[in-house]
């Protein structure tokens, strides 16, 4: 009797496991949120400069020298446009996440503008 107990459990156990592998966000699912995907924009420097003034110097410099984060005048030669726009839109430790401030149209071209910056 106890067996048998044992043994549906054990069934119920594995049938669980497998519904679950199957419901589980997938490793591209997973992905597709770490990695927000970029809009294709056409650089707008004087937009870019302008978003970035509005909401960057406070902690990058008015040079983007670098203040409380880091200095951005050479970001491209480390960062891709694609990982700046990640960057800008998640955050990263203490910097904020500018999801919920700018449009991605707007995060994209000011990625595009700093990953000129070589
Ligand atoms: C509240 C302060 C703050 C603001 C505002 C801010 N950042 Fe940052 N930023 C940081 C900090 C701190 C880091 C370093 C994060 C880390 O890697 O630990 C950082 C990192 C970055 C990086 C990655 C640099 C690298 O070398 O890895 C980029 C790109 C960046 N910021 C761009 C921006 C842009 C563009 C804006 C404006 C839309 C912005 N930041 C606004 C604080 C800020």
Redesign the pocket.
Known sequence: MQKWIMSGLFFIACALAIVLMFNLPGKEQVAQENKPTMPKVTLDAAKAEA??KA??I???GDQLEGK?????QK?GA??TNE??FT??TK??????S?KD??KPEE?AN??EW?AAKK
């Open positions: 978003t970035v909401n960057c406070s902690c990058h409380v984060g880091p200095s951005l970001v480390q960062l990982q700046i960057t800008i955050g990263k430790d203490a910097m904020p500018f401030k700018l995060i000011v990625a700093l």
